[in-house]
């Protein structure tokens, strides 16, 4: 499977590529044109989400790197950057990366995988395409938004169904990033779009601005801000609203036992830190307290009252194809990945099909359902 040149390229020892593969936490992914190599863990500082493409030549796209959260803004900011901050809008869509593999345009999920309804939303904009082809030693990383897709659903004015706004141009071989300025200049010069900068602030004013920003974003449905070394030399810092936690909280509570517990501790303890950080008056922790409760009690009581009427529970998405040969092929990348989902309304409309797909949350309605059946915790 020509791991020598794979670890060659990637400046890795052979046999921990082996050992990876070996504990399957390098997948080989055949049933694509070329097949593909993808990292679902790290393996010697490699990321997860690479993806190495066997192709007449290796292509190389490096992961996208985990993004650190902040509790408490202040102390954090001065100890992590050096002097000055650039502080970006946190879009709340799915992490995709663009690039141009054996000439085509390919887009990666989180993961690492290339997901078939995603590249073809991308291939749509030529813009996109010309990008790569004149730099195809880069890899687009960007938020892909809106109502029609099969992962992340949030209403944004400006994108519509569908939109893709970059945030990092990244050398998808080395992963080195390019600095904010310069990579939102090169954004704009090919007409594509990038999510909104706030500005740039002295690390010692950012905390006072960073929190206005997300209190307007809030009051927006936005999520929150990515702070960022103007340089990209230093990882860069997430930081986002009680609304958002709010509503991914209650999100989650719809499919309780679908999602690791981590999920809900981390963004219960974040509302504590950040109601000391804004030093809250009672008035204000009292509707912290209230958004709190409400995101994690209302979505749960609604579905436990599902089950207990016999309905299983889902959750929905509505897409588009641009044909059913393209339906058809996302449906068999879903099943590959494990996903399972009902094909419940398709409408035929010049050319192409709509779809409701409905993904089934099969842990959380088969506990719900032996806990109202008198199994016991
Ligand atoms: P992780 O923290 O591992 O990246 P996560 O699923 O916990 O993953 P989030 O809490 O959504 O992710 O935060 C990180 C993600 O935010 C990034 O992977 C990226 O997809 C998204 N993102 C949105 N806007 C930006 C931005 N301006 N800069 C960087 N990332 C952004
Ligand atoms: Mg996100």
């Not at 593909?36 to 490096?62: C, H, M, N, P, Q």
């Not at 963004?267 to 409400?294: C, H, N, P, T, Y």
Request: aromatic share 10%; proline share 3%; with cysteine.
């Amino acid at each position: 499977m020509r791991l020598a040149e794979v670890a060659e390229k990637l400046g890795v020892a052979e046999w921990r590529l082996k050992g990876a593969l070996e504990r399957q936490s390098i997948q080989l992914v055949k049933n694509f044109q070329p097949s593909y190599l993808v990292f679902k863990k790290d393996v010697s500082g490699i990321e997860r989400g690479t993806a190495v493409f066997l192709g007449e030549e290796l292509s190389v796209v490096r992961g996208f790197p985990k993004i650190k959260r902040a509790f408490y803004l202040e102390p954090l900011l001065k100890k992590h950057f050096s002097s000055r901050v650039a502080v970006e809008e946190k879009m709340n869509g799915y992490n995709v990366r663009v690039a141009l593999v054996e000439g085509r345009l390919l887009a990666l999920t989180r993961g690492g995988y290339v997901c078939p309804y995603t590249t073809a939303k991308l291939r749509e904009s030529r813009n996109t395409e010309r990008f790569l082809k004149e730099h195809p030693s880069l890899m687009l990383c960007g938020e892909a938004v809106g109502e029609k897709n099969p992962y992340v659903v949030h209403h944004y004015p400006e994108a519509g169904d569908f939109g893709f706004f970059i945030f990092d141009l990244r050398e998808r071989e080395s992963n080195e990033s390019m600095p904010v300025l310069e990579r939102n200049a090169l954004v704009e010069e090919y007409e594509l779009r990038h999510v909104r900068l706030f500005g740039i602030f002295d690390k010692g004013d950012a905390t006072r601005e960073i929190f206005r920003i997300v209190q307007e974003l809030a009051a927006e449905g936005r999520e929150g801000v990515v702070i960022k070394d103007p340089e990209m030399k230093l990882p860069p810092i997430k930081y986002t609203s009680s609304q958002t936690n709010a509503s991914d909280l209650a999100y989650a509570f719809r499919f309780p036992y679908e999602y690791g517990r981590e999920f809900f501790f981390s963004r219960i303890i974040r509302e504590g830190f950040q109601a000391v950080e804004w030093d809250e008056s009672e008035a204000e922790l009292e509707k912290r307290a209230l958004r709190l409760g409400k995101s994690i009690l209302l979505p749960m009581v609604e579905s436990i009252k599902k089950v207990r009427q016999g309905e299983i529970l889902t959750e929905d998405y509505e897409l588009d194809f641009a044909s059913e040969a393209e339906l058809e092929e996302f449906l068999a990348y879903l099943r590959r990945q494990g996903v399972s989902v009902i094909v419940e309304e398709m409408q035929h409309r010049d050319g192409g099909v709509r779809v409701i797909l409905k993904r089934l949350r099969s842990s959380s309605t088969d506990k719900i359902r032996s806990v109202l059946n008198g199994r016991g915790e």
